[in-house]
């Protein structure tokens, strides 16, 4: 079965455990657990479910209820006793099972395990197959645990999952050269690549006095993109240090593994809801597991579980070398929260503990570039720049976020230069082009200029209504205002709502002599004028005397150039 077949599967194993048949008396709490499982509210599913099931303490869909959010929570220990209620009286359920067998690995129950899933009471295929396999090796028997992991293996979806976790096995008990062999493998069928999976490779080749082809796989997989933790890795490798396998240190943290490597596969393929299930197991079997706590806070994220999700970034200690990764993503959290202020308390002292790392400060300057505190924003990207040693293409969102932060702040040389470092850097960037062509259009300079820029811009994402209205923009200030009408006409297609599209549309109706269209489009923009963050460009008090007196009336009063002149008449 593969990954995607599977996740459908689990999405509707657990909408059946979300429809319980309740009685009468109970629909209120059932009711109420059902919604705050519909919103992501695992706190409020688990009470509610709870209390419904005080109340009707045999009711299977019940119970598989309040087994389900207590383990989208992590909260293992109140699930089980629900699990093993539910085994006891021969309910077959799917998560009571994950519940029981993660148990019993956590206890080193290595026989309970293999007798569950020769009984059919374990997870899936996949997983029963690979938590077999360490099972097997758990109880010393590593003849039986290769062969459960090449059993796995004979399917061709499950074949890159079974040979990592074969590969894993067989550097845990010392045989590091077959592990080496499978982990060395490329192309279709070969072990997982993923970044893990490339720690595990560099592991065992250290530990085979081969640092130098280590540092070569590193570099190969991640180039100059290290972060903290390979960046320390590579370092005790350059310098003659041999790494410690500790990729896992156990056959429970095999299985853990298991569950983790599950986990990141059914991202995009299931709900993240049902997601989550399989890495809180996993960060339940090992929970120095930060791979595993860094997802499952990712996920909340996504979920819009917010203070859950800081929550679980907070369990990444400070002495971890992914402890700032975890930080950044609380502070997104926070930020996303509605906490601004404890966002940049966040960032704050994080530069003061890592401040080395240029993306600490990055992430500093895009959150006060998004509170329009561009001064501060613009001093944190400097500050983020001057980490790196050398420059690449990388680079360029710096300088553009930098050069925003300019333009709002009325530097335009500094914006301008930005702008075009940011070009300089990663050429044909179709927002850059976009920004500096519409910035060039507003201030009237190099109009030629801007229109190839954005031109250039519309052919490398003509679904994007700003960059469409951009070239539609130009053209009107070009005096091309036949030309302009398409276009702009295309870029409120593409976003109905904004204020300034819709205003844009209008003064190009008008420039054309079509005065009630234009009048249309800009009442169409005052509607419109409190939607999302254009609201600030779009000046209603300069629309409504639009309507008024017309825009060859406005433009008068601005002592701009009239429509005439500009249209050449």
Request: proline share 3%; hydrophobic share 45%.
């Amino acid at each position: 079965m593969t990954v995607s077949k599977w996740a459908a599967t689990l999405a509707l194993v657990m909408q059946l455990a979300a429809a319980p048949a309740v009685a009468e008396g109970l629909a209120g709490a059932y009711l109420a657990g059902r919604q705050a499982r519909y919103l992501g509210d695992f706190e409020n599913a688990a009470r509610y479910y709870t209390q419904a099931l005080t109340r009707d303490p045999g009711n299977p869909s019940l119970m598989e209820s309040v087994v389900l959010a207590n383990l989208s929570l992590g909260r293992i220990d109140r699930a089980l006793p629900v699990a093993r209620a539910m085994e006891e009286q021969e309910l077959r359920s799917q998560l009571s099972h994950m519940v029981l067998l993660a148990d019993e690995a956590r206890n080193n129950r290595y026989d309970d395990i293999l007798a569950r899933i020769a009984d059919e009471r374990g997870i899936g295929p996949l997983v029963d197959g690979l938590v077999g396999g360490w099972a097997q090796l758990g109880k010393g028997a590593m003849a039986d645990a290769v062969a459960a992991f090449d059993e796995v293996a004979e399917d061709r979806g499950q074949r890159s999952f079974a040979l990592y976790h074969k590969a894993l096995a067989l550097a845990l008990v010392g045989d590091l050269e077959s592990a080496e062999d499978i982990l060395g493998q490329s192309g279709p069928g070969s072990a997982m690549q993923t970044r893990r999976g490339v720690m595990a490779r560099t592991q065992v080749l250290s530990q085979l006095d081969r640092n130098a082809d280590a540092i070569a796989v590193l570099d190969e997989a991640f180039g100059q993109s290290l972060d903290p933790e390979l960046s320390a890795m590579r370092d005790a490798l350059a310098a003659g240090e041999t790494l410690p396998f500790d990729i896992v240190s156990s056959p429970r943290d095999g299985m853990a593994e298991v569950l983790y490597a599950v986990a990141g596969a059914l991202l995009g393929e299931a709900r993240d809801a049902d997601t989550i299930l399989f890495v809180r197991l996993s960060e339940y079997l090992r929970p120095d597991h930060v791979d595993a706590i860094l997802l499952t806070a990712e996920i909340l994220e996504s979920l819009e579980q917010y203070e859950l999700a800081a929550a679980t970034y907070r369990k990444v200690s400070r002495d971890h070398s992914a402890f700032h990764a975890a930080e950044l993503g609380r502070a997104d959290t926070l930020r996303r929260a509605g906490k601004s202020d404890a966002a940049i308390e966040v960032l704050t002292r994080l530069t003061e503990t890592h401040g080395d790392l240029p993306a600490v400060h990055s992430a500093l300057g895009d959150l006060m570039r998004t509170l329009d505190r561009y001064e501060e924003a613009a001093a944190a990207y400097d500050r983020a720049l001057s980490g790196f040693e050398e420059e690449d293409e990388n680079q360029w969102f710096l300088y553009y976020a930098r050069g925003i932060c300019h333009e709002r702040i009325r530097d335009w040389p500094a914006a301008e230069a930005d702008f075009r470092k940011a070009l300089d850097l990663n050429p044909g960037r179709p927002e850059v082009l976009n920004y500096l062509g519409y910035s060039l259009v507003e201030r009237r300079e190099n109009l030629d200029e801007a229109l190839a820029m954005i031109e250039e811009a519309v052919a490398a994402r003509p679904d994007s209504g700003y960059i469409v209205d951009s070239l539609g923009w130009v053209l009107y200030r070009l005096g091309r205002y036949d030309e302009a009408v398409g276009h702009m006409e295309r870029a409120t297609e593409l976003m109905p709502v904004d204020p300034i599209v819709n205003d844009h549309l209008g003064d190009v109706y008008w420039a054309v002599g079509r005065y009630r269209e234009a009048e249309f489009q800009w009442r169409r923009a005052l509607s419109f004028v409190n939607y999302g963050d254009a609201a600030e460009d779009a000046k209603p008090d300069r629309i409504r005397r639009k309507l008024e007196v017309g825009l060859d009336r406005v433009l008068e009063e601005e002592g701009s150039d009239p429509l005439r002149v500009a249209n050449g008449d």
